[in-house]
């Protein structure tokens, strides 16, 4: 089983900064099947970056993905106030899907 | 509009079997995707527990495996969980969610308890 650590546990920022997620494989995963998600409190979680780099359907520009092998990254370029939030890393399959998660990395406002 | 809805028992006894349903809107369970579970302990990260294809073929999380039997009802639109021989562990809020590689779509969740 593939192990996802996502680093730093927590970020502190402020609105308009820059934010640099990290997500760190055990072994090296296809970058076609690396995802982010971001979670608000009391809410699932919301698709932003698919296959490494690709953005889903509707997610502002300022999220972008980047990474291959077992080294991923995810940049907000500026902080809004709606971008602080829990973010995920997931590896999945194609067929089936499945796969695993990292432990998150949390915003917050500094 | 893809929606998905989890609806079942917010309160199971420990060894009893959890049983959850997914209602989805918007898109037909038969014209494909997988459709799947996934779980988050409360305070706690994310765990897929398993999906399955519109055909019915299964996938489980080999850790749940033993425990977990997944279905598909395409004349009502939805598909189930059922976990067995629950334990406190296994409190979570359930996430029902369509899966193409990447989970896009994603029911609001449903807190389960295990306690007696």
């Known amino acids: 089983e593939i192990v996802l650590t996502q680093s730093p546990g927590t970020l502190s920022l402020s609105p308009g900064e820059r934010a640099t997620l990290s997500c760190r494989a055990s072994?090296?995963?296809?970058?076609?099947?690396l995802a982010w998600y971001q979670q608000k409190p009391g809410q699932a979680p919301r698709l932003l970056i698919y296959?490494?780099?690709s953005r889903a359907t509707g997610i502002p520009d300022r999220f972008s993905g980047s990474g291959s092998g077992t080294d991923f990254t995810l940049t907000i370029s500026r902080l809004e106030p709606e971008d602080f939030a829990v973010y995920y890393c997931?590896?999945?399959?194609?067929?089936?899907?499945?796969?695993?998660f990292g432990q998150g990395t949390k915003v917050e406002i500094k | 509009q893809v929606q998905l809805q989890e609806s079942g028992p917010g309160l199971v006894k420990p060894s009893e079997t959890l049983s959850l349903t997914c209602a989805v809107s918007g898109y037909s369970i038969s014209s494909g995707y997988y459709w799947g579970w996934i779980r988050q302990p409360p305070g706690k990260g994310l765990e897929w527990i398993g999906s399955i294809y519109h055909s019915g073929s299964t996938y489980y999380n080999p850790s749940l495996k033993s425990r977990v039997t997944i279905s598909v009802d395409t004349s009502k639109n939805q598909f189930s969980l059922k976990l067995s021989s629950v334990t406190a562990a296994d409190t979570a809020v359930y996430y029902c969610?369509?899966?193409?590689?990447?989970?896009?779509?994603w029911g609001q969740g449903t807190l389960v308890t295990v306690s007696s």
């Open positions: 296959g490494a780099s």
């Open positions: 997931q590896q999945y399959g194609s067929s089936p899907p499945g796969g695993t």
């Open positions: 072994q090296s995963v296809s970058s076609s099947y």
């Open positions: 969610a369509r899966q193409l590689g990447a989970t896009d779509y």
